[in-house]
């Protein structure tokens, strides 16, 4: 039996991963130690499906002009990237058209060189699923693209006949030409596509601010958990991995509060240092559900060593988006990583966040009850006697409104409630006072 199952080998059929080289530069002014940064490289290499497989680091005042390391240490690339038989180089800073098309020139012809945002938006590719999300990627993708085209038909250039003067105009400049036309096309065109599903979100944005309900975004570093934490207060079975940019697309859920109030929570595209500007462009639109909530909740991975230098790379991405006023409050999530002296030493540097496991569910409690408060104080302390043929209002108290007290007289109904932001006009003819305790 033994004998006929050697007969038919089994063979591997799983792909190779990519061989990459990562490449960082430390300059003198870098906010990033370039050890961090390049170990965070690699888990974006990682997730791209390529495997690292050797660094190259170097220290400068600036980039080189013309191949963003210094001569010698690209000539110390090409052989190590014979020696390894390497497949991909992966610089973590963003080259310049030319800076790439000389480091071609430097390597192997079949050797790719690309840059973190390559990289970033070809795991946004995997990762994008809905209409909106693909669109997005492919908006970031063609701006990313259209400086670069030049490069990619210089082989044509050089093959031109002849030289001199009227041979500046050949088939490589034409081929250009016409790509940087549709490239510029297929941007408009993605452009008017994602503004059309914007105004359809927008009006799905009026909707919840009109039905009052509280609007509170989940931002953070990417991988911080922010989809584990919607999923463990709202169910809402969104994907989550422990991978950079395991989700794209913003998801809206509501989350009804212990004393009956319903809020909105937004869980959005996590931000990473160096997050390419063309990615923030592009998804201008999913990163609206943050400009325009009422409240943030900043995720933060605990667990990470890293986290104050993703909690500054999270901040500046909120204060470009014009989100930098909207008051927040700070999670540190996956606590169940943390040793007792490793959880209290963070508590007192932090006295006034909150520390939570979205896995485990510890301090989950204190979260809701946080949100309660964020509730509050967004609501409208008012005292009201309405009239019996309002009874509408009354109803409305009862479904939209926090009630402390009712109390029914021969002139009507006498309510001391919290009233959210967008309903208190309804009210304000019936005001008998408004409390401001």
């Not at 960082?24 to 170990?39: D, K």
């Not at 038989?85 to 060189?113: H, M, Y």
């Not at 973190?116 to 995997?126: C, G, P, Q, S, W």
């Not at 809905?130 to 993708?141: C, K, M, N, P």
Request: proline share 4%; aromatic share 6%.
């Amino acid at each position: 039996m033994s004998k006929n199952l050697n007969r038919f080998p089994l063979h591997d059929t799983a792909e190779e991963p990519e061989k990459a080289i990562l490449v960082g530069v430390e300059f003198p002014h870098s906010e990033w130690p370039l050890e961090e940064t390049l170990a965070e490289l690699g888990r974006l290499a990682d997730t791209a499906g390529a495997q690292p497989v050797a660094r190259i680091t170097q220290k400068l005042a600036t980039p080189n002009p013309a191949t963003f390391i210094g001569t010698g240490k690209a000539q110390e690339l090409a052989d190590l990237c014979r020696s390894l038989g390497a497949d991909v180089v992966i610089f973590d800073d963003e080259l310049t058209p030319s800076q790439q098309s000389n480091l071609e020139k430097c390597v192997d012809r079949n050797v790719k060189i690309i840059d973190r945002t390559a990289l970033i938006l070809d795991i946004f590719a995997l990762h994008a699923h809905t209409r909106e999300g693909r669109l997005q990627v492919r908006l970031a993708q063609n701006q990313y693209l259209l400086p670069r085209l030049r490069g990619m038909w210089a082989h044509l250039a050089s093959n031109r006949m002849g030289g001199g003067v009227g041979s500046r105009f050949g088939e490589g400049e034409s081929q250009l030409e016409v790509d940087r036309r549709l490239v510029r096309k297929r941007i408009t065109s993605i452009k008017r596509e994602l503004a059309e599903l914007d105004r359809n979100r927008s009006l799905q944005r009026q909707s919840r601010t009109a039905s009052g309900m509280i609007r509170i975004a989940l931002a953070g570093y990417t991988n911080a958990g922010k989809s584990s934490l919607l999923n463990r207060l709202t169910d809402a079975n969104v994907l989550s991995y422990d991978k950079l940019f395991a989700t794209l697309d913003s998801t809206t859920r509501k989350l009804t509060l212990p004393e009956g109030r319903e809020v909105t929570l937004t869980d959005t595209v996590g931000f990473i240092q160096k997050l390419p500007t063309t990615l923030v462009e592009s998804f201008k639109s999913t990163l609206e559900e943050i400009r325009e909530a009422d409240a943030i909740l900043h995720i933060v991975d605990a667990s990470t060593p890293e986290y104050e230098h993703q909690i500054a790379a999270v901040e500046d991405v909120l204060t470009q988006i014009d989100a930098g006023k909207i008051s927040r409050v700070t999670v540190f999530n996956k606590i169940d990583a943390l040793t007792p002296d490793e959880l209290d030493a963070l508590t007192a540097r932090y006295p006034h966040a909150l520390f939570i496991s979205a896995r485990t569910g510890e301090g989950i409690d204190d979260l809701i009850d946080q949100l309660v408060r964020l509730v509050a104080a967004q609501d409208t302390h008012l005292t009201v006697k309405i009239p019996f043929d309002r009874g509408d209002l009354v109803s409305l108290a009862h479904q939209r409104c926090f009630i402390s007290r009712e109390a029914y007289d021969a002139e009507g109904t006498t309510i001391e409630m919290r009233v959210p932001a967008a309903y208190a006009p309804a009210f304000g003819a019936y005001a008998l006072e408004a409390d401001e305790s």
